[in-house]
């Protein structure tokens, strides 16, 4: 079945110049772009968007991360786009990650890994209202 989810470019793919190569590979493996916006998250919005792991010992870093440099969002549609998407992502920790991943191929460790992938069907559903407010993708 058709489904959404989300994606980040995060600051560290945008500061290397491959975000092009990831949108390309995204394309390539058959998902469309339903919306793209590129940004600069303020720290309230990288707060929010992150609440969850407030408690955690990375949230700070990880605020601080996200608010370096500008990202891209998009809102991206397939057949079972959200697992599909992980697949294509590979694991959260680049080092661990197989070459031909995007973390794998772009990222640098657990944290500089590229991109940002919605982990199931709710959270796509949030995370795309959290950038795409009001937003009708047809």
Known sequence: MRQRTLTIIKPDAMRNRVEGHILQRLLDEGFELKGLRMLHLAESQAEGFYAVHRERSF???????????????ACLER???????????????STKAPQQTL??????????????GSDSPENAANEIKFFFPGAKFD
């Open 103 to 116: 973390r794998g191929q772009f990222g640098t460790n657990i944290q500089e890994n590229a991109v940002h």
């Open 59 to 73: 949230y700070p870093e990880l605020v601080r991360f996200m608010t370096s440099g500008p990202v891209i969002v």
């Open 79 to 93: 057949e079972d786009a959200v697992a599909h998407l992980r697949k294509v992502m590979g694991p959260t920790d």
